[in-house]
Every structure is written in structure tokens, then in C-alpha cells.
């Protein structure tokens, strides 16, 4: 059984390891669904043994996530069975599914009318056929533009919010491309929320290997630089708020599961090559899942789940990592309630050597700009560098 602390509310990642095809950029764990399906009622019938010992009357999720992979391998009643026993002891405020848009069809619906979802995460990446061709994904533009309509007329019967993927800097696609995207994405459905992701070349993955063979050429840092610039601008003219580097919303409709990640509030993750992170009094800690799909199914309950210990010094590096991609940035309090760091003291030295537009440095706050986003390794890091060690736990409040 894992440690789980009682004093604190959870959320809760289902991880679904099965997609219909390997994509040429991913270095995630998933097995393909073709040649796995055998498996999926093993898996399920583990990570179900899994919710049901974790949850409890006093151990309801505050919000559930069930990601991939790729969760629309499954049957509905495959994954309506994990989200009623996740549920069973209270609904959540919120219930993200992901789903690809090849295998997203009507036959999910029951999922959002019997309101055990209530947001729809959609990974379309491209418009364009050529593009989506060289990401190795298994949906065409025809099978987007269904499926953005289909996820529309979703959240007009039943009200689910959503949230659709997208990738830019891809090879061969051009600031207006990726615009477009946009612009088509948009004008099929009413999505409160994106999320604009930069590729990025996974060692090992077959990208890597078409990159290292000059098949196919990435942008360089700058070139980035300037996509980002133009299509976070463009995201803005459009009403959207830039609240994590990754992620814009309108209306406030943030993914509120991974607020929780980058506030580093504690969450629990089940399943085959799942993370969490957990917190017991002031100490936190990961478990890792260690195990691929196969050994997960068939090895003893909560086996393959692996325990790190962080430090003092480990937990406010991730607490500066995930900070400061946000629109909130360090909150200074919190860093001192939480880790004993007065930030005025421990970083005002570092704050001079930054050039002042990239970043706003408030009484509460200390949060980047767009430009400063744009730096965000460079910044983390020279924060990294300055958390003195060793560093004391600050005394309960
Ligand atoms: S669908 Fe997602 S998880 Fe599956 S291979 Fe593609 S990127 Fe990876």
C-alpha cells in the first residue's frame, strides 16, 4: 500500500499506457492497442484494485486526470468503471479525459451524460496532413475536423469544457500555419482553453533519429523564439490569457489538475509508469511506477511503486521550476511559510543581474514576462543556483 497522507486533498492521475500508433516524437511509455488488447481487462481490473484501496469516504479526489497514452483505446465502459470507482465516495470538481481524435466518437458521450466527465482534453497538434504525416500521428486533418465537431456538439449537449493540443516550431511549418491552426480550431468549437506545445527532439525517438540524419531540420533557439513570439500574441488578440508557459485559457478555465502540479500541490498517480507526488507533515516525497503494463497487471498490488525522499533543497528546486512557468510566478509568502526562504534576502542579488522586462517583481509576486518565459531554463537555473544549502526546515505555523 502506499503512504498517503489524511490531512490533505488529493488528485488523482489515471495513467491509460495503450495508443493506437507510436508517435514519431513521443518518448512516453504506451504499448500499441492492436497487438495489447488482450491486456486492457487485466490492466483495468489492477488500476480499479488500485482506486479502491486509495479511496475512501475521507479520500475523495478534488480532481481526476485520465491521461496517456491514449485513453480512447479503451471502451467507454472501461474507463466509466475506473471513474465511478474514483467517484464512488463523491463527485469531483473536476474530470479531464484525454482523448485522440482517430478513436473519439460518439460512443463516448455517456462518459459526459452520465457526468463522470465533465472536460475533454483533445490532442490534435496539426491542421495539416503533411505535418501530422511527420509527427507520425495516426489522425489525418479529416479525422481533426470531425472530431473538433464532434467534441463541440459534446459540450453543447452537456456542457463539458475543453481543451485542444497544439504543436508549433514542427519542421516545415510556418508562423502562419500555425496560426491558422488556430483560427480553424476555434471557429469549429468553443474551447476555453489551449494548450501550445513546442516540439521538442525525445533522444531515442524516431524524430531524433530523422533529425540526426538530416532528413528533416527543427528550428533553431532563436527561430523558437520568434514562432512563440507571434502565436502567443496571436493567442492574446483572441482573448486568451497566457497562464502557464504551455497554456492559455479564457474566462479564468484553467485546467485546475494542473494547477495543482505547478503549485506543487500533492497528487497521486496509479498505473503502469505513473508519477506522484505526495507530502507527509512538511516532507515530500515521489513514487514512481516502475513497471511496464504486463507487470503491473499481474504482480503483487502496489508493487512496482518506488519511493524518493526529497530534501529540503530538492523541494523548493521544484517548487521554483513549476513556479515560475506560471502567470503567478514564486509566491513569496508561500516560499517562506513553506521552505524558510525570505526571498527579498536570498535572491535580491540575483533579481539585479536580471534585464527588468523580463520579469515583474511584486510585494507578493515574483513572476516572468512573455520575453522572460522565453528564457525560462536560463532563469530557473540561476535561481537554482542561488538556494543556499543546507537549508533548515522552517518550524510548524
Ligand atoms: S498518442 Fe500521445 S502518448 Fe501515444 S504515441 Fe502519440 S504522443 Fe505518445
Not at 459540450?155 to 463539458?160: L, Q
Not at 497544439?166 to 508562423?175: D, E, F, K, R
Not at 468549437?189 to 531515442?204: K, N, Q, R
Not at 485546467?255 to 503549485?263: A, F, G, M, P, V
Request: a negative charge; one cysteine or more; proline letters at 4%.
Amino acid at each position: 500500500m502506499l503512504s498517503l497522507p489524511s490531512d490533505t486533498p488529493l488528485s488523482l492521475y489515471l495513467h491509460i499506457p495503450f495508443c493506437t500508433t507510436c508517435c514519431s516524437y513521443c518518448a512516453f511509455y504506451s504499448e500499441p492497442i492492436q497487438a495489447w488488447k488482450e491486456y486492457t481487462n487485466a490492466y483495468i481490473m489492477r488500476l480499479l484494485e488500485e482506486i479502491e484501496q486509495c479511496t475512501g469516504p475521507d479520500r475523495m479526489y478534488d480532481t481526476i486526470f485520465v491521461g496517456g497514452g491514449n485513453p480512447g483505446s479503451l471502451t467507454p465502459e472501461q474507463l466509466a468503471s475506473l471513474l465511478r470507482g474514483a467517484q464512488r465516495h463523491g463527485k469531483s470538481r473536476e474530470v479531464t479525459i484525454e482523448m485522440n481524435p482517430e478513436t473519439f466518437g460518439e460512443h463516448f458521450f455517456p462518459l459526459f451524460s452520465d457526468g463522470l466527465v465533465n472536460r475533454m482534453s483533445m490532442g490534435i497538434q496539426s491542421m495539416d496532413d503533411q505535418l501530422l504525416k511527420r509527427l507520425g500521428r495516426n489522425a489525418s486533418r479529416a479525422d481533426n475536423l470531425r472530431a473538433i465537431t464532434l467534441a463541440n456538439s459534446a459540450r453543447e449537449r452537456y456542457g463539458i469544457e475543453l481543451n485542444f493540443d497544439l504543436m508549433v516550431c514542427l519542421p516545415g511549418q510556418t508562423l502562419q500555419m500555425a496560426i491558422d491552426d488556430i483560427h480553424e480550431v476555434l471557429s469549429l468549437a468553443d474551447a476555453h482553453h489551449i494548450s501550445l506545445y513546442c516540439l521538442t527532439v525525445e533522444e531515442g525517438t524516431e524524430l531524433a533519429r530523422a533529425v540526426g540524419m538530416q532528413e528533416l531540420a527543427v528550428l533553431d533557439e532563436d527561430g523558437q523564439a520568434e514562432m512563440l513570439k507571434g502565436i502567443w500574441n496571436e493567442l492574446t488578440l483572441l482573448g486568451f490569457s497566457h497562464y502557464e508557459v504551455s497554456n492559455f485559457c479564457k474566462h479564468e478555465k484553467y485546467c485546475e489538475h494542473n494547477l495543482r502540479y505547478w503549485n506543487i500541490s500533492p497528487f497521486l498517480g496509479l498505473g503502469s509508469s505513473a508519477a506522484s507526488t505526495l507530502k507527509e507533515k512538511e516532507s515530500w516525497y515521489h513514487y514512481t511506477q516502475t513497471q511496464d503494463l504486463r507487470q503491473f497487471s499481474s504482480s503483487t498490488l502496489f508493487s512496482g511503486y518506488e519511493r524518493e525522499d526529497l530534501s529540503l533543497v530538492q523541494s523548493v528546486e521544484e517548487y521554483l521550476m513549476m513556479s515560475l512557468r506560471t502567470q503567478w510566478g514564486i509566491e513569496k509568502q508561500l516560499l517562506e511559510d513553506r521552505y524558510g526562504l525570505v526571498f527579498d534576502k536570498t535572491f535580491s542579488s540575483l533579481v539585479g543581474t536580471l534585464d527588468s522586462s523580463w520579469y515583474f517583481d511584486t510585494v507578493q509576486n515574483f513572476s516572468l514576462s512573455e520575453i522572460g518565459l522565453l528564457l525560462l531554463d536560463e532563469i530557473v537555473l540561476r535561481f537554482v543556483m542561488q538556494i543556499p544549502e543546507p537549508l533548515d526546515r522552517p518550524s510548524p505555523l
